[in-house]
Every structure is written in structure tokens, then in C-alpha cells.
């Protein structure tokens, strides 16, 4: 399985970016993907998550601001980011909890990692 992420880049404070993350490989399917963040001297953290079920969940200093959504095959996500700040610069991850067995046991991936910048 692999996790190809694209669309990080430098944006003003107040600004917008979109991340994408298309997984491939996947044989029997995906539970859930997501995006962490990880910024300069911090622990690694959960932004946002969508189930296959459509469900998602966001960590609060994001909520209202970004939008998680996934594609009809449930094998690419999206992370809409809408009114950046400064505090939102970090490297952003995508994951994906992948099924890898018919009883249903599952595995984590990780992508590779794009940079978000936000300017003041």
C-alpha cells in the first residue's frame, strides 16, 4: 500500500490550501483515512479523520476551518483548508487504516509528508 500526498505548499495567514492523499494497492479495502500534522518540537497529532461510513471528526483548533472528505472509491482523501493561520504550519500526514486481512484485521499507513507554511 502506498500513500502519495500533494497540494502542501506556502500561503498567507487567512489563506487557503487543499491537500490530497491517493492511496493505492488497496486489495479488500480502507476503514478510515486521515490527516495528522506535526509541527517543529511537537508530537505528532490528529487534524482530521473520515470513515468509510462518511463519518469525520476533527481536532477543535481546526474544526470550522477545515474540511475533510474522501472520493466515491474511498481510495483518495481531501483536506480542504480554509482561513489558515500560523499555528497551522506543519508537516500534514495522511493515514490510512487499511484492511489486510478477511477477518477483517487491519493496518496502519503512512504517507510520506508535505510541508505547510502559513505566513504572518
Known amino acids: 500500500v502506498q500513500l502519495v500526498e500533494s497540494g502542501g505548499g506556502l500561503v498567507q495567514a487567512g489563506g487557503s490550501l487543499r491537500l490530497s492523499c491517493a492511496a493505492s494497492g488497496v486489495v479488500l479495502g480502507i476503514n478510515a483515512m486521515g490527516w495528522y500534522r506535526q509541527a517543529p518540537g511537537k508530537e505528532r497529532e490528529l487534524v482530521a479523520v473520515i470513515t468509510s461510513g462518511g463519518r469525520t471528526d476533527y481536532a477543535d483548533s481546526v474544526r470550522g476551518r477545515f474540511t475533510i472528505s474522501s472520493s466515491d472509491a474511498k481510495t483518495t482523501v481531501y483536506l480542504q483548508m480554509n482561513s489558515l493561520k500560523p499555528e497551522d504550519t506543519a508537516v500534514y500526514y495522511c493515514?490510512?487504516?487499511?484492511?489486510?486481512?478477511?477477518?477483517?484485521?487491519?493496518?496502519?499507513?503512512w504517507g510520506q509528508g508535505t510541508q505547510v507554511t502559513v505566513s504572518s
Open positions: 493515514n490510512a487504516d487499511v484492511v489486510v486481512g478477511l477477518a477483517g484485521s487491519s493496518s496502519d499507513y
